[in-house]
Nanobody, 126 residues
């Protein structure tokens, strides 16, 4: 299984940025995918998750309405479109996958995720 994240960079406050995560080796419909982030000096947190089979999504309150998680079955790629970015969004962003269950949320423990991408840095300047 491989997850390859890309798309990070430097953006000004209020700007937009899109992240991608190319996925291989998974039985996609059996998994939930998520985007985590880890800011300097802080714990890693899950900001958005999506059930691959149905496209059902869940967002952390701090990003709801600004971030959109999506997936493309044909391209086997997970996306995170971020808009109205704030300096507080500065972090290393990681894509990750876990076996799906009935529940979908953003309060998973990161230990529940089986596979991880390498992380991509997003810096929002003020």
């Amino acid at each position: 299984v491989q997850l390859q994240a890309s798309g990070g960079g430097l953006v000004q406050t209020g700007g937009s940025l899109g992240l991608s995560c190319a996925v291989s080796g998974l039985t996609f419909n059996s998994y939930v995918m998520g985007w985590f982030r880890q800011a300097p000096g802080k714990e890693r947190e899950l900001v958005a998750s999506i059930r691959w089979s149905t496209g059902t999504r869940s967002y952390k309150d701090s990003v709801r309405g600004r971030f959109t998680i999506s997936r493309d079955n044909a391209k086997k790629t997970l996306y995170l479109q971020m808009s109205s970015l704030e300096p507080e969004d500065t972090a290393v962003y990681y894509c990750a996958a876990k076996r799906a269950s009935i529940y979908l949320g953003t309060d998973y423990n990161e230990a529940e995720f089986d596979y991880w991408g390498q992380g991509t840095l997003v810096t929002v300047s003020s």
